[in-house]
T-cell receptor, first 117, second 113 residues
C-alpha cells in the first residue's frame, strides 16, 4: 500500500485567506485524487490531479477556488482560496494501489482538517 | 450522479455481537468498496467486491452485493471495541471513472466493551 503524508494535519484559518495543503506519496503515481469531507458528511471528490496536465475538476468545484499543482509523480498541492466558514472540512489526498487505478481501491492520507473562522 | 445511501446512520452494539450495515446505490457499478474512518481521520480500505461477485470474506468481514437490487451489506462478526468507527460504502463506475469513488453517507458504529 502507498504511504501518503499530508500537511498540515489541521489548521485554523481566517475568513478571506488561502491555505495550501501538501500531499506527498512514497511512490510514483499517475493520478492523485483530492476529496473533501464536510463536518458530519461523506466524502466528495474535488478533482483529479494529473501529472503534466491540468487538474480535472468535478461538478461544483472550480480551479479559481481550488487550484491544484502536480509538479511530479509523488507530490501534489491543493489550495483552498478566499476561505469562508463553509470551507471548514477535512481535505483528503488519495491514490490507487501501487499508483494504479484499475485495481479499484484507494489509499488515503490522514487528511487536513481546516476550520475557517 | 449515483450516490450511496447507507443504513443505519448509527449502530450501537455490545462487544461480541455482529454488526450489519447496508448500502444502496443508483447506477451501474464496476465494483463496490467499504472503508473505515476512525474519528475524522483518513479512510482505510476494508474490502472490495466486483460487480460479478455476490459475496466476499476477509477475516471478520463479510460483504454481499446484489446488483439487481443495487445494494450491498457489510457484516462484522464478533465485534470489538476497536471496531468503533464510521463505515462508508463507495461505488466505482469503472471505465473512465476509475479512481473516482462515490461515497455513501456512512454508518457510525459504536461497540461497547
Amino acid at each position: 500500500s502507498a504511504v501518503i503524508s499530508q500537511k498540515p494535519s489541521r489548521d485554523i484559518c481566517q475568513r478571506g485567506t488561502s491555505l495550501t495543503i501538501q500531499c506527498q506519496v512514497d511512490s510514483q503515481v499517475t493520478m492523485m485524487f483530492w476529496y473533501r469531507q464536510q463536518p458530519g458528511q461523506s466524502l466528495t471528490l474535488i478533482a483529479t490531479a494529473n501529472q503534466g496536465s491540468e487538474a480535472t475538476y468535478e461538478s461544483g468545484f472550480v480551479i479559481d477556488k481550488f487550484p491544484i499543482s502536480r509538479p511530479n509523480l509523488t507530490f501534489s498541492t491543493l489550495t483552498v482560496s478566499n476561505m469562508s466558514p463553509e470551507d471548514s472540512s477535512i481535505y483528503l489526498c488519495s491514490v490507487g494501489r501501487q499508483g494504479r487505478i484499475d485495481t479499484g481501491e484507494l489509499f488515503f492520507g490522514e487528511g487536513s482538517r481546516l476550520t475557517v473562522l | 450522479s449515483q450516490q450511496g445511501e447507507e443504513d443505519p446512520q448509527a449502530l450501537s452494539i455490545q462487544e461480541g455481537e455482529n454488526a450489519t450495515m447496508n448500502c444502496s446505490y443508483k447506477t451501474s457499478i464496476n465494483n463496490l468498496q467499504w472503508y473505515r474512518q476512525n474519528s475524522g481521520r483518513g479512510l482505510v480500505h476494508l474490502i472490495l467486491i466486483r460487480s460479478n461477485e455476490r459475496e466476499k470474506h476477509s477475516g471478520r468481514l463479510r460483504v454481499t452485493l446484489d446488483t439487481s437490487k443495487k445494494s450491498s451489506s457489510l457484516l462484522i462478526t464478533a465485534s470489538r471495541a476497536a471496531d468503533t468507527a464510521s463505515y462508508f460504502c463507495a461505488t466505482d463506475a469503472g471505465g473512465t471513472s476509475y479512481g473516482k469513488l462515490t461515497f455513501g453517507q456512512g454508518t457510525i458504529l459504536t461497540v461497547h466493551p
